[in-house]
């Protein structure tokens, strides 16, 4: 079966860190790009980050309220994705939910269960 | 950024109906437009990218269309099961963005 199931989440307080993680089965997860995507209590969905496959040299995008404060990686021996958050700000509360972006088709297919990150003091 | 503005942001509607969400892009995004549904506590699933394409085991009574800055959902004739929030999203240019959603209910 495919699926990703995120972890990681949970109560921060403003300014700590956390570091969510992705677990992929059941596809060649080197071969995808890879997002994560937020969505805050009531509220719409937010792209956050992307980090593109091997083939693609890794590299990543970020959006503008979390670029130089979040960090997405990945490690493909591990079928894993990341997202380290630094700095992290109440209004960073949100489940957080990794996605798979199939390939060439500009869409993200397959999506995670989410992991709820609180930051409150 | 492209900025998604979907229309209605909320529907109300009855089983058998058909019904259409409007997405409109503050600047051309190509065909690179997907829809999305999403229930309550659950994470989103793909209905439709490429504007048009048929994500596999979607029910054929959804539809995508449009081009250029303006694109449609349409689902022809709703089910119990259709009851939800609708978005659509564009993969053109960084940074990937999301309509505000559309919250269709009975």
């Known amino acids: 079966e495919v699926q990703l199931v995120e972890s990681g989440g949970g109560l921060v307080q403003p300014g700590g860190s956390l570091r969510l993680s992705c677990a992929a089965s059941?596809?060649?997860?080197?071969?995808?790009?890879m997002d994560w995507v937020r969505q805050a209590p009531g509220k719409g969905l937010e792209w956050i980050g992307r980090?593109?496959?091997?083939?693609?040299?890794?590299?990543?995008e970020y959006a503008a309220s979390v670029r130089g404060r979040f960090t997405v990686s990945r490690d493909d021996s591990r079928n894993s994705l990341y997202l380290q958050m630094n700095s992290l700000k109440t209004e960073d509360t949100a489940v957080y939910y990794c996605?798979?972006?199939?390939?060439?088709?500009?869409?993200?297919?397959?999506w995670g269960q989410g992991t709820m990150v609180t930051v409150s003091s | 950024d492209i900025q998604l503005t979907q229309s209605p942001s909320f529907l109300s509607a009855s089983v058998g109906d058909r019904v259409t969400i409007t997405c409109r892009a503050s600047?051309?995004?190509?065909?690179?437009l997907a829809w999305y549904q999403q229930k309550p506590g659950k994470a989103p699933n793909l209905l439709i990218y490429?504007?048009?394409t048929l994500q596999s085991g979607v029910p054929s009574r959804f539809s995508g269309s449009g081009s250029g800055t303006e694109f449609t959902l349409t689902i022809s004739s709703l089910q119990p099961e259709d009851f939800a929030t609708y978005y659509c999203?564009?993969?053109?240019?960084?940074?990937?963005?999301f309509g505000q959603g559309t919250r269709l209910e009975i």
């Open positions: 600047q051309g995004i190509n065909s690179y």
């Open positions: 490429a504007t048009s």
């Open positions: 996605a798979r972006d199939l390939s060439g088709g500009y869409c993200f297919d397959i």
């Open positions: 999203q564009h993969l053109n240019s960084y940074p990937i963005t």
């Open positions: 980090v593109r496959n091997k083939a693609n040299s890794y590299t990543t």
């Open positions: 059941g596809f060649t997860f080197s071969l995808h790009h």
